[in-house]
């Protein structure tokens, strides 16, 4: 099964909507400078909101260049089942986090797959005590993700033929199957394209939705994983 991460959710009727759809994991956005940050009030209420369901997706927060501290404190004050570094954070840094992790790998016009190989491989030498995916991302005018732009679908092929990692950056349910069939990730995350005007389009999201489920590759490297990361309710993900 492909894994489904949507991001950016800011009200809690969107972070319903989204989980009835069954998606895997839900993105709240704690970076200052984001358009789709969200406070601590409202992170709590669509957590809260959240785990009345039965099943529901894991819920990661999002953080760029945050100190581990922080990170730390704002998942146990809000109850979050993994943390996301979409910052310059290195490996290093994440042994001081305490909740499973989600690590992107920034993907400027010139990084080749060899290179986003070996320093995903640094991190799998480190032996952390806590599980935790890699995510390769866009870096696009100086913004840390959700710029809606994607990377050398090539690159992108090689690396997931080596390990399994996230495919963010540019995708869309116009495009997100054709990624799937051909390049077999592990899961895809998407942000701005589900918005319409700047705001989570639910008619986009299921489309989206429905485009991986439909496209679901079987083959890939990532299915010999331990299935750690699924909806709570079926599978912990921690």
Known sequence: MTLIKICGLTGLEDALSVAQMGVDMAGLVFFTESRRRISFKQAAEIIAALGKLPRR??????????NAQTVNETAQTCGLDMVQLSGDEGWEYCRD?????????????????????????????????????????????????????????????????TVPVLIAGGLSSDNVAELIQDVKPLGVDVSSGVETDGRKDMNKIRRFVEAVRAAEAPGGVWQSLPPKYYRKGEIDVT
């Open 57 to 66: 997706p894991a819920i990661v927060g999002v953080f760029v260049n945050e």
């Open 97 to 161: 986090l305490e909740r499973p992790f989600i690590k992107v790998i920034h993907v400027l016009a010139s990084t080749g797959a060899a290179e986003i190989v070996e320093r995903i491989n640094i991190g799998r030498s480190m032996n952390f005590k806590q599980p935790y995916l890699c995510m390769l991302d866009t870096m696009a005018g100086g913004l840390y993700g959700g710029s809606g732009q994607g990377f050398n679908r090539e690159v992108a092929r090689q690396v997931c033929a």
